[in-house]
């Protein structure tokens, strides 16, 4: 199997939200509510951020937008004024956006609980920012009540991710650096979010944290 690497960095406990390194999981993105501030969720969060309009006033998001994180869940505001009046109905509307985003390309097709197909009857579920579809109310109950059960079930979904987008990756080169992938041995495969990233080297991922954009946007011109 290709070289993983873990997405976003550490946030508290053992999720694995957002990849793997040489097959060896690391933490990565817990659920929202075993984060420790407001930065960690916001970072683990934002990349699979569905919406770039204000949930409440419609109004496109720039870089101004404002990160709201409440009750462990992060929304993205036009202005302090929308951000003072985040609520259940507001986070349930970014969750919203979250499943219809992200449900066509799900690359699942068995509940990563039980194994069990998933059929019309499937639950879809929102751990911060990503869609889990699980076979029963039992199997997503059990998911959100242990973190471990969490973090190996994320795990197994990152996996499924990055093993289908493989097939249809495009870029042949480093958006970082240009060099041809494979040049300078195995290309480190990046999940952002639930996008596939192939870098050269771990020197170029640290790239993201300075500009994700440039870098989704030459991975997108390829496909």
């Not at 690391?26 to 501030?37: C, F, G, N």
């Not at 987008?165 to 042949?172: A, E, M, P, V």
């Not at 495969?189 to 192939?198: A, M, P, S």
Request: with cysteine; hydrophobic share 40%; proline share 4%.
């Amino acid at each position: 199997m290709k070289q993983l690497l873990l997405s976003l960095g550490a946030v508290a406990l053992l999720a694995f939200s957002y990849g793997f390194a040489n097959q060896d999981a690391r933490p990565a993105a817990a659920p929202a509510k075993a984060a420790t501030s407001d930065a960690e969720v916001i970072k683990a969060q934002l990349p699979s951020y569905p919406l770039d309009t204000c949930p409440l006033s419609g109004e496109k998001l720039g870089k101004d937008a404002i990160n709201v994180v409440k009750d462990g869940h992060l929304v993205r505001t036009c202005c302090n004024k929308c951000a003072a009046k985040v609520d259940a109905a507001v986070i349930k509307k970014v969750e919203d956006a979250v499943v219809a985003a992200q449900l066509k390309s799900y690359p699942m097709d068995t509940c990563p609980m039980s194994g069990e197909k998933l059929d019309d009857k499937a639950i879809s579920h929102v751990y911060g920012t990503r869609l889990v579809r699980f076979c029963c109310h039992k199997c997503e109950a059990n998911f959100e009540k242990d973190s471990k059960t969490a973090a190996a079930t994320m795990a197994k979904l990152d996996k499924a991710c990055v093993d289908a987008q493989l097939k249809t990756y495009k870029l042949k080169t480093c958006p970082v650096s240009g060099e041809e992938l494979g040049k300078m041995g195995e290309p480190v495969n990046y999940l952002y979010g639930t996008t596939l990233i192939r870098f050269c080297c771990n020197d170029c991922v640290k790239e993201l944290d300075k500009d994700a954009q440039a870098i989704l946007k030459k991975v997108h011109a390829a496909e």
